[in-house]
């Protein structure tokens, strides 16, 4: 199972996500953003770095069994 290619697009996606949403904080600064940042921005941010992290565990993984049965 090769995992770089979508681990690279969601890594690449969050960087993407990162800039417009600092670009976004330039000219939004209302209660809302604030709502918006806290109960779905920042929550999604989290869990995409944890399955980053997940990831990269789960290809260390498989590079050891591959190693393992050859």
Same mark, same amino acid.
């Given at each position: 199972?090769?995992?770089?290619?979508? =681990?690279?697009? *969601? @890594? @690449?996606?969050?960087?993407?996500?990162?800039?417009? #949403?600092?670009? $976004?904080?330039?000219? #939004?600064? @209302?209660? !809302?953003?604030?709502?918006?940042?806290?109960? %779905?921005? $920042?929550? %999604?941010? =989290?869990?995409?770095?944890?399955? %980053? =992290? +997940? !990831? @990269?565990? !789960?290809? +260390? *993984?498989?590079?050891? !069994? =591959?190693?393992?049965?050859?």
């Amino acid at each position: 199972m090769k995992l770089g290619a979508s =681990r690279s697009q *969601l @890594d @690449d996606g969050l960087k993407t996500l990162r800039a417009k #949403w600092e670009a $976004v904080g330039e000219v #939004w600064s @209302d209660p !809302i953003k604030v709502e918006f940042e806290e109960q %779905l921005y $920042v929550p %999604l941010e =989290r869990q995409s770095s944890d399955v %980053l =992290r +997940a !990831i @990269d565990q !789960i290809s +260390a *993984l498989f590079g050891q !069994i =591959r190693s393992e049965c050859e």
